[in-house]
């Protein structure tokens, strides 16, 4: 029989295994290409951390991982997959439109960012509250439910867009400038034009919020109870459709932290399809992070940098097809998710010996 790995392996070292072993892989697919896997990798380094510019960028794009991250992590604590951040980020981007498109002109910035930030939590968490109650109250499986939360929230954000929304005079579905964003804060140093904003400093805030509420609460033990053995925790009397409903509401709440980066941080204004598939690469940064806040930073920051990095690749290595980020995000899911414990029983047996 197996024996259990101790915590710190199964918490860094398995993880890290399973990530040298999806590189190692990936080399294999660059070489079978007729590439050099180190002329790729170091494209990839140079890319994601080469230039202040690109750390800005690296940065950026792992806040967004970050927030989507914890936003599936916390749900997978109830055993709840939940696959609709993706709609939530995009109906939080609508709260913030909404609260500066209609505040902008008569509240200040320090006032008005606030203001948008809790609007836009509270469109999410209404957004995912809403699955959660039908999982918990009628039976609903929160897989299909989230899945088609999604495709509702892209629709009405293109008939609000197209129809009510839009800035006169336009063709571009999007709305007017706000008068005031995240952008103006930015303090990080960076010179060029990186996006990274204030955002990233909120996004370890709620990393930390969501390790304390979940692990040092009583309400985070009894969530982690309903997510291990449901009846254990019903023996117990703790009301399990109440937490699902309120930790899918947080959930759908930390998903607005991708609108908060996008919406107040960049754009200024609300487009189209600003999420950029963040919700769903949310799921591989949970998994990989073992649903842990620490972990899921690190898992963020990886995704960022291969985000940045991949548009380095492409332009360094043009024969390279472009498509060999997506190749090398899919090898790390396979290892780190389906395939995570392919490494467990040997890594057993070699800490047993030792």
Known sequence: MTRSLPRWAELALLPLLNLLLALGVSALVVLAAGQSPMAALHALALGSFGSWDAIGFTLFYATN???????????????????????????????????????????PAPLLIPLAILAGAGFGAAWGAVPGWLQARRGSHIVITTIMFNFIAASLMVYLLVNLLIEPGQMAPETRRFATGLAALSSFGFPGRSPANVTLILALLAALAVWVLVWRTPWGYGLRVVGSNPEAARYAGIDEGRRIVVVMAISGALAAGIAVNEILGVHQKLILNFTGGAGFTGIAVALMGRNHPVGVLLAALLFGALAQGGSELAFEMPDLPRDMVVVVQGLIILFTGALGALLRAPLSRLLARA
Request: proline share 0%.
């Open 65 to 107: 991982m970050a927030f989507a991250g914890l936003a599936v992590a916390i749900a997978f604590k109830a055993g709840l997959f939940n696959i609709g951040v993706e709609g939530q980020a995009a109906l939080a981007g609508l709260g913030i439109a909404l609260a500066c498109l209609g505040l902008d002109a008569s509240l």
